[in-house]
């Protein structure tokens, strides 16, 4: 696997292809985001990250929306050559 | 006539409503699952020997018991075993989509796939090798394009095919690699003695759930042995892949399918940017996202009450016509109870309400549009960071929005969120959103009051009532609906021309369900508010020589409302009302507007006084202070919501208890910031 160095989601750049490392924000929610492709390893697309205000990833072709509280709980790998 | 049963099943924005309209057209019913607001609609069709008795299911990502949808969508696979379960992916968006089906087959349900939106799968480059991808899954899949009607004969035969010959068992397709595998066994071997749940989830479903901790399926009475063996299955699971069991299976279900999927599904274009790409980089911008989304609210509001008057005005002359030729001809006497009764209980009450339908409609015709273009959800993205602060979600804001028009739609499209905490915060909010029915009482007491700053107050009104629902907002999200704020999450979906089929479904259903709401419990409240209004009767002989105003003016005096106004008076003469503001308040909660008319007999000028009426403005100069003028907008601002509004909350939220809440917490509010507004003002003598 990817040895780089984990960082949170609300480091990534738009534009930044990222693979999910951990989600740390409860059974329920955990299941939710698998449930729309966010599983362990993913690659995903920074669409768009303000300083504030929700962020969007693109994960297996869909754009999702993950609030400011949620971007802090996701940790990602920077994957290099994607 | 062979009658078969179908569920259609998909994720979110997969067209899945959109096929389903296509194939039963307007021969809809809507209603509601047992206990949960969530929508459960129905429709037949008809083909070859066939009728089906299709439901639409909730759009869901997944079968888990996290969300209502999910459960609704799942308990009614194993309960009502639908002859055939149709699964609705978005062609474009395969591996996603993909994931619900897969946990269909492991339900081992009679499954066939449409590929829907396959024309703009094929725009997109994805080309499919439909038969391989078919073999590899189990289950048979057609293609489809739900808004252009086309391969709808093809997947009603497939259906019917798949209904006399199930395919083979689907449950375990998916691999979950030998460590997992391993503990499905042990625990499927201590469910041996659980026949009936056996016998309804299938055995390694069953072990499946257990092994995912679905909350559910373990509060259905196991045995301590087989919890206990769930529970060191857990344990071991966790130890290996350092995961939750539940994280680890998802991964593996996805990638089962990316397995399938490069075998048999090709890209031949690389990371197209699509036109949504290009339309968010606009819609949703930094800077202009949030001016563009005003603008295209304020036209929306525009549109529905620019077109709405019209049909209004002749609703409006049809309800007086009718009165008026019931009247006329009524056989009996011009006194008659039932008289009074038809023309003033019923059309009155329920032409009040039946006036609005035409706004209702247009304003949910433009909502169904921004929905099913896409557009919603960006509003929801804009609006986010806003409305984090109070506690609540970007969706909220839409239906607040709402409330400016009328507090029933508004409530209605509460729908839209799926967190009821939210959802239950922004119903009991949004009467405070000041809506169009509170415009004749800011018209008449402007005008009387505050002739040359009629626009400043009304904005001073309007701005309080965003100002309190921002507050009580936070103050209930605090209190009674605390909870950990729920993370937004939600998809973008891609943007897409709206069917005018659905657009007009949607909104023929939501107006259907308001004039059934106007024929049921409106009615009967109008009809009781009527009584009150009407009863007790006054002797003949204190009417003798009265002219029919002065009348009208001592018959509701002498009412059960009146008599509640004058009884009233002494709790709120602390904020500057007296009897005759208290009698019209008490009559206005039929509907707002009617503390107008209500004004109009108190004085005596008859029950037809418009609000910019001059005489009535000159005579409550004459009797309150300016400041009392302002106090009672304030109260007409914050205090109950009219009875629509209370049997649309009772309806919303499945209880009289938070219809009730509704109406005393903001009564109760209403009393105490107008309490403070007329002290403190009378104390420095300001509009005294």
Redesign the interface.
């Known amino acids: 696997m990817n040895n780089e160095i984990e960082m949170s989601l609300s480091e990534a750049i738009a534009g930044q292809k990222v693979s999910l490392a951990s989600i740390d924000a409860g059974q329920e929610l955990n299941s939710r985001l698998a449930a729309m492709g966010m599983v362990p390893n993913v690659i995903m697309t920074i669409v768009s990250n303000a300083s504030s205000g929700p962020l969007v990833v693109n994960v297996k072709g869909s754009k999702i929306v993950l609030g400011r509280g949620m971007v802090g709980r996701i940790m990602v790998r920077n994957v290099n050559n994607g | 006539m062979k009658k078969l049963n179908i569920a259609f099943a998909g994720n979110p924005n997969s067209g899945k409503t959109t096929l389903f309209n296509a194939l039963t057209g307007a021969r809809q019913h809507v209603g509601n699952y047992p206990g949960v607001t969530v929508e459960k609609k129905h429709g037949i069709c008809k083909y070859k020997d066939y009728e089906l008795n299709i439901v639409d299911l909730p759009g869901t990502?997944?079968l888990?018991a996290?969300?209502v949808e999910e459960l609704v969508t799942r308990d009614y696979i194993i309960d009502e075993r639908p002859d055939v379960v149709v699964d609705v992916i978005d062609s474009?968006?395969v591996?996603?989509n993909l994931?619900m089906a897969v946990q269909l087959m492991e339900m081992n349900v009679p499954l066939v796939l449409a590929f829907n939106m396959s024309d703009i799968a094929r725009q997109n480059g994805i080309i499919f090798d439909l038969k391989q991808l078919s073999l590899l899954l189990g289950v048979p899949i057609v293609m489809t394009v739900g808004n252009k009607s086309k391969g709808l004969d093809e997947l009603l035969e497939s259906i019917v095919s798949v209904s006399s010959n199930p395919p083979a068992n689907t449950s375990d397709r998916i691999h979950y690699g030998s460590e997992i595998e391993e503990e499905l066994q042990n625990i499927q071997r201590t469910l041996d003695g659980e026949h009936d749940l056996v016998e309804k989830y299938g055995k390694r479903f069953l072990a499946l759930k257990l092994v995912e901790?679905d909350k559910e399926i373990l509060a259905q009475g196991h045995t301590d042995k087989i919890l206990g063996a769930v529970k060191t299955s857990r344990q071991h699971l966790r130890t290996i892949f350092g995961?939750?069991p539940?994280?680890?299976i998802?991964?593996r279900r996805?990638g089962f399918i990316s397995g399938a999927c490069q075998e048999s599904v090709k890209s031949t274009t690389e990371l197209r940017h699509d036109i949504?790409d290009m339309i968010?980089a606009v819609l949703?911008h930094?800077t202009i996202g949030l001016p563009i989304f005003i603008v295209l609210m304020y036209l929306v509001f525009q549109m529905t009450f620019f077109f709405g008057q019209y049909p209004m005005g002749w609703l409006e002359s049809f309800f007086g016509w009718s009165a008026r030729m019931i009247t006329e001809f009524w056989p009996g006497s011009a006194d008659s109870a039932l008289l009074s009764l038809i023309v003033d209980g019923v059309i009155s009450g329920v032409g009040g309400v039946v006036v609005f339908l035409p706004n209702i409609l247009l304003l949910f015709f433009a909502i169904s549009i921004l929905e099913d273009s896409g557009y919603m959800?960006r509003a929801?993205?804009i609006m986010?960071?806003i409305m984090?602060k109070i506690g609540l979600?970007?969706k909220s804001f839409i239906p607040m929005l709402i409330g400016f028009g009328c507090s029933v739609p508004a409530i209605m499209a509460t729908r839209i969120l799926e967190n009821k905490r939210n959802r239950f915060t922004t119903i009991m909010v949004i009467p405070l959103m000041s809506c169009g029915a509170r415009l004749p009482i800011y018209i008449l007491l402007t005008g009387a009051f505050f002739a040359n700053n009629k626009g400043l107050v009304m904005a001073i009104i309007y701005f309080t009532g965003i100002l309190l629902a921002v507050v009580c907002a936070k103050l209930l999200r605090g209190t009674i609906f605390k909870g950990?704020?729920?993370?937004?999450?939600?998809?973008?979906?891609p943007y897409r021309v709206p069917t005018m089929r659905g657009v007009l479904i949607h909104m023929w259903q939501k107006g259907w369900m308001y004039l059934r709401k106007a024929g049921t419990i409106i009615l009967g409240i109008s009809i009781i508010l009527w009584a009150a209004a009407t009863y007790p009767k006054p002797d003949e002989s204190s009417l003798a020589g009265l002219s029919h105003e002065e009348a009208q003016n001592v018959q509701l005096k002498h009412s059960i409302i009146g008599r509640v106004g004058v009884g009233i008076e002494k709790v709120i003469k602390p904020i500057g009302f007296d009897w005759k503001i208290g009698t019209a308040l008490v009559g206005a909660f039929a509907a707002k507007e009617v503390f107008v008319s209500q004004m109009g007999i108190v004085y005596s000028l008859g029950a037809d006084t418009e609000a910019s009426s001059e005489a009535l403005q000159k005579r409550l100069q004459v009797d309150y202070t300016p400041l009392q003028g302002f106090c009672v907008m304030l109260f007409c601002l914050i205090s109950m919501p009219c009875v629509a509004t209370v049997a649309m909350t009772r309806h919303e939220t499945g209880s009289w208890m938070w219809a009730l809440f509704q109406v005393v917490f903001l009564t109760v509010l209403a009393y105490i910031v107008t309490l403070v507004v007329y002290q403190s003002a009378t104390f420095m003598h300001i509009g005294v």
């Open positions: 990502y997944s888990t996290y969300s474009s968006n591996e996603r994931y901790d995961d939750l539940d994280i680890i998802a991964e996805y949504s968010d949703t930094r959800a929801a993205f986010d960071h984090h979600h970007g950990k704020t729920t993370p937004f999450v939600m998809e973008l979906p």
